[in-house]
T-cell receptor, first 112, second 115 residues
Framework: SQQGEEDPQALSIQEGENATMNCSYK?????LQWYRQNSGRGLVHLIL?????REKHSGRLRVTLDTSKKSSSLLITASRAADTASYFC????????????FGDGTTLTVKP | EAGVAQSPRYKIIEKRQSVAFWCNPI?????LYWYQQILGQGPKLLIQ????????DSQLPKDRFSAERLKGVDSTLKIQPAKLEDSAVYLC?????????????FGPGTRLTVL
């Protein structure tokens, strides 16, 4: 069953702009992770945020988590053409620690 | 450090045939996952192993899919017989620990086309 749902489904921006993607989920979670997938490097883990954290940074990535709204956002600042990819959120739920449920992703296109 | 290895990378078969995929996880990773990713969708967990024991196979179509992880290292996923709707990319992932902080490392996947 699908837990996370990303919004928007597709996003197209110019290089240098910021990109924001959102993820909503239904049940309580232990943590939420963001992954990137492109044809060159496959599926790659970007960042993990725990349920007791509200914000996390990694380079040009900023992730927020609002457990009261059951939502998370991924912000990519100063985007580059190389950021073109699909971005997925994955939630780890309470019943099976280590089991990640993925959404269907946001496809980001960064135009040079 | 070597990543997760999968083979073959591509496979084309006709419906009702059988197919097997192989995965070699990162050395020392106790947890191994098989996912099915249909075009335009996110990965869907098929089965999760902790060492050589099954942790979760609730979404594995057991009438046609089987998986094993002998000796807690390599794993194989088999489909017998294949259906058209099995056309997808099959991803293998591994993590060092099973738990709430285990980052998963993914292999390149096997793209299966069923004709």
């Amino acid at each position: 069953s699908q837990q996370g749902e990303e919004d928007p489904q597709a996003l197209s921006i110019q290089e240098g702009e910021n990109a924001t993607m959102n993820c909503s989920y239904k049940t309580s979670i232990n943590n939420l992770q963001w992954y990137r997938q492109n044809s060159g490097r496959g599926l790659v883990h970007l960042i993990l945020i725990r349920s007791n954290e509200r914000e996390k940074h990694s380079g040009r990535l900023r992730v927020t988590l609002d457990t009261s709204k059951k939502s998370s956002s991924l912000l990519i600042t100063a985007s580059r053409a190389a950021d073109t990819a699909s971005y997925f959120c994955a939630t780890d739920e309470g019943t099976n620690a280590g089991k990640s449920t993925f959404g269907d992703g946001t496809t980001l296109t960064v135009k040079p | 450090e070597a990543g997760v290895a999968q083979s073959p990378r591509y496979k084309i078969i006709e419906k009702r045939q059988s197919v097997a995929f192989w995965c070699n996880p990162i050395s020392g990773h106790a947890t191994l996952y098989w996912y099915q990713q249909i075009l335009g969708q996110g990965p869907k967990l098929l089965i999760q192993f902790q060492n050589n024991g099954v942790v979760d196979d609730s979404q594995l179509p057991k009438d046609r899919f089987s998986a094993e992880r002998l000796k807690g290292v390599d794993s194989t996923l088999k489909i017998q017989p294949a259906k058209l709707e099995d056309s997808a990319v099959y991803l293998c992932a591994s993590s060092l620990i099973s738990g709430i902080y285990g980052e998963q490392f993914f292999g390149p996947g096997t793209r299966l086309t069923v004709l």
